[in-house]
């Protein structure tokens, strides 16, 4: 028997026409002032790290990885996240647009999106795969492949913002520009080449994920906030210079003559 998940996210009914609208530049999730944005492993529970390069943040992911989009709203009002992965919107299949439906959350509450969704209660699991089988791919979109998007949008005259509450009892969890396979890689660290495909994310097996529906006004037809998050193979990340020195870390600094010290055991 299924058990509830900690945190019901609704599904705004946003009918909006997709009007043309000057959005903000994309930020990093680190520097999300409304909405935390997470890559989750759904093995572990764990949060991948996220990488600084070249003022983009990145993750690293391998073939066949579970993952879940875990957001929080970090403001006390709520707000209505227009979420996309490889460039498709994962509650419709639409390429994605800021002005379509997402995920409304309550103030200072947490979401755990654990893939595409299918039905008010069910959603197909979100897993790293080779990009031939993505789902932008299978469905003749490939050339968004590795990048998770989040257009975040305040609500029309909020309630008053609710109390900060206390922080909760920590417990074990169990849940930009597009990367393109004929991009040059940057900076590659020490000649090591980049995968033949870049990886994008497959349409993965059904997972029970109940959600409601609710009517959300946005205050703006602009997306306050643009997050966007590129993710790619860890070998990939090593080769783009975003993982450095990982493998190689004499590379780190110049080698010394006379480092100092004795002669220690191999």
Not at 136 to 165: H, N, Q
Request: aromatic letters at 8%; a neutral charge; one cysteine or more.
């Amino acid at each position: 028997m299924p058990t509830l998940p900690r945190t019901l996210a609704a599904v705004a009914l946003l009918m909006a026409t997709q009007t043309a609208c000057a959005h903000p530049r994309p930020t990093t999730p680190e520097a999300a002032r409304l909405v935390r944005l997470e890559v989750i492993d759904r093995d572990t529970g764990a949060a991948l790290p996220q990488y600084r390069h070249r003022r983009e943040a990145w993750v690293a992911g391998e073939d066949d990885q579970p993952y879940t989009l875990r957001l929080t709203n970090m403001t006390g009002a709520r707000v209505l996240v227009v979420l996309s992965v490889d460039g498709v919107n994962v509650v419709t299949g639409e390429s994605a647009d800021p002005a379509q439906p997402g995920y409304v959350l309550a103030p200072y509450a947490s979401a755990e999106i654990d893939g595409w969704r299918k039905s008010m209660q069910e959603v197909a699991a979100f897993r790293f795969s080779h990009a031939g089988d993505s789902y932008a791919a299978r469905t003749g979109r490939p050339f968004d492949l590795g990048v998770i998007g989040a257009a975040v949008f305040r609500e029309a005259a909020p309630v008053e913002p609710w109390p900060m509450p206390a922080p909760p009892i920590a417990r074990a969890e169990r849940s930009a520009p597009p990367a393109r396979a004929a991009e040059a890689v940057a900076d590659a660290a020490a000649g090591a080449p980049a995968p033949a495909s870049p990886l994008g994310t497959a349409h993965g097996e059904r997972r029970w994920s109940p959600s409601a529906r609710t009517r959300f006004e946005r205050a703006s037809r602009q997306a306050d906030e643009l997050i966007a998050l590129r993710y790619d193979r860890h070998e990939a990340l090593v080769a783009r210079g975003v993982i450095r020195f990982e493998r190689q870390p004499w590379l780190a600094r110049e080698p010394r003559a006379f480092p100092g010290g004795f002669v220690p055991d191999p």
